[in-house]
Every structure is written in C-alpha cells, then in structure tokens.
C-alpha cells in the first residue's frame, strides 16, 4: 500500500543545506554534478533572478546579442522547446497571497514537464519542484518520477518509492507529501510557454538566460496532456526575460538591457495566472505593479491601452497566435 511521508520536524526546515546547494542543477535541464556521497535523483541550487518583459519587435535583437556571449542551452536547439506546469496551492491561495504580499520567506509547489503534451506518458519523465524565495535568493529543489507516481506525491494517495532512496531524497519527498497534506493543497492553475535559454561560457560559467514567449494557461482540467484550451495570460506581444545567476549579474547583461530601455519587473507565471483567471486581485490594496505599468504603456509606450487583453478577453480560447495548442489525441489516463 501506498503511504505518505511524515517528518517529526517542521517543514520550514527544509531549506536548501550547503550539501544541497553544491548540486547545482538548472531547473531547465542544464548539467549537474552530484558531489554528495549518496545517488540521489534530487537536485538543488541557489540563484538570484532578474526579470524582465521584452516586446516582440526587440526580441531578434536580444538573440543576437546573448550569442555573441553566450551558448545555445544543449536542450534549446534552433527553437527552444515547450514548458508546461500545474501549480498547487490551498484554496485560500496561501501561496499566491505570500508571493503579493512581499514575503522574505515564501514557496510554491509544481509538477512540471518539458516537451510535448503529446508525448506525455503515464511513465513520462516529469519533476516535482518545490522553488522558493528566501529574501532576495531564489532556491529550488526538485526530483525526477514517472507522472503518475508525481501525481500520486502530490495528492493525498501518497507515493512510496521503489528502491533504495538517499536521505536527501527522502526529506524532500516527506516535505511535498507534508505540504500537501497539512495545507491540503490541490491543483490551481496550469502554465505552458516556448522556451528559448542560452548558457554562460568563460567567466560566466554561471549565467543563464531564458526567454519565455506566449505564456498560457488554464484554470481546470489539470492534466498536463489535456485537450482542453489553453488562453493567454499575458499579451502575445511580450515575452519574459529571465537572467539567472549564482552570484553576480554580468555587467554586459545589465548594459544590454539598459541600452534597450527593458525594465525590470516583478512577474510571477503562477501569480499571472490566477490574475488572468479572475481567481484573485492583484493584491489587497489592489495596487499597480511594474507589470500593469509596462501594459498601460501599449505596443508604442506612448500610454494606450493594450492591445491584447491580459485579464480579461473573449470566452474563446483560441487566438491568431496559435494559444490553442492542445494535444491532438485523448488525454492519457495516469491513475
């Protein structure tokens, strides 16, 4: 019989040891090197984030300049490679209300798969990820299981897994099952976007670059393979700029951007999701943010309104820019 995982300690102990942090493993499947004693399928690390929202027209410009620095990330190829997520959270949203109220200590849960919904298996390779913010450091940890057995550590059926299992491995797989029980956590949104990513060479062996375009979601039917529609969350118009890195931003990454007047700004896809899905205000006060600020400029910056519609729209799903990218068979049955 399956069982969940309990520990007698807290889980706000689980944060990311030293040993964790030397297995520094890219959340979108960059090299690692385990240096624990112990084969674990568990892998952390810790890194800063910058983000940024780029326009269509500039993103050509940006390619080029992030190639003359860096390289094509060995899973990126010529054109990137799709992402998609399903966040859990209680349903008071306990998650999303700690990421807009500024918590210096806050975390989320996600099951996430690279690839093709259509390839997407009861067996398939997904991870279970628990990333979260300590102060201005972004932690992640996340393990590798067949999606069945991730759906199964995620629920209240619970997962035992097969073999032996590093301590390490372990306690993650105890604080994934502790949250969801103690919190009763369940599936609240479902993200996909394209990715493209480039990697840090020579002296930036530690950067990473993703751009993320036509960020999607839905807001039921939370199986990762699902036929049902996706709709946009964010205007086609723009795509996401993530700058990641161990320990310092390189000043030629602070140039770029400044020489082409992108702004930073603090845009969460989960957050953005919810918003779009009319599940939440934007916050208690309803206050603006960077993201509103940037989306009251419009296509030119010269103060229209968007063009596209972010929070609100048309019932219909599906767009001109190909939003409806739902598998094209039934959606595989995992229990």
């Keep these: ?71 094509d990330d060995a ?28 918590l210096k200590f806050r975390r989320k849960l996600r099951v996430r798969h690279y690839g093709k919904a259509d390839d997407l298996t009861p067996e398939s390779k997904v991870f279970v990820e628990i990333k979260q913010r300590v102060n201005r450091v972004t932690q992640k940890r996340r393990v590798a299981l067949p999606y069945r057995d991730a759906l199964r550590l995620c629920s209240t059926e619970g997962y035992e897994p097969e073999g032996e299992v590093s301590s390490r491995e372990r306690a993650f797989l105890d604080e994934v099952a502790t949250l969801v029980g103690e919190l ?37 039917d939370f199986h990762l393979s699902s036929e049902s529609p996706n ?5 086609a118009r723009l795509s996401v700029l993530e700058v990641k890195a161990n320990e310092r931003v ?57 063009a596209d519609p972010v929070t609100t729209g048309p019932t219909d799903p599906t767009t001109t820019d190909g939003v409806n990218d739902a598998p094209n068979r039934k959606s595989v049955l995992v229990r």
């Design 1 to 71: 019989m399956l069982r969940r995982f309990r520990r007698e300690s807290s889980s706000h102990s689980q944060e990311p040891s030293e040993a964790d942090s030397s297995v520094l493993h890219s959340a979108d499947h960059t090299a690692s090197t385990d240096r624990t004693a112990t084969a674990s399928r568990l892998h952390a690390f810790n890194r800063f984030e910058i983000k940024y929202l780029v326009p269509h027209d500039q993103a050509e410009e940006l390619r080029q300049e992030l190639r003359r620095h860096m390289d």
């Design 250 to 306: 390189p000043a030629w990454v602070t140039d770029l951007t400044a020489r082409m007047s992108l702004d930073v700004v603090r845009i969460s896809k989960y957050c953005q999701s919810v918003q779009a899905f009319g599940l939440a205000p934007r916050s208690t006060m309803h206050a603006p943010d960077e993201v509103d600020a940037v989306l009251g400029a419009g296509p030119a910056g010269a103060g229209q309104a968007p």
């Design 231 to 235: 709709r946009l969350v964010l205007p």
């Design 184 to 220: 009763d956590l369940r599936p609240m949104v479902t993200t996909g976007y394209h990715r493209e990513a480039w990697v840090g060479r020579e002296a930036d062996l530690g950067l990473r670059v993703t751009l993320d375009h036509r960020l999607r979601g839905r807001d039921r």
């Design 75 to 102: 899973y990126s190829g010529d054109g990137g490679y799709p992402i998609t997520s399903v966040y859990y959270d209680t349903a008071q949203l306990k998650f999303y209300w700690e990421k807009i109220e500024g």
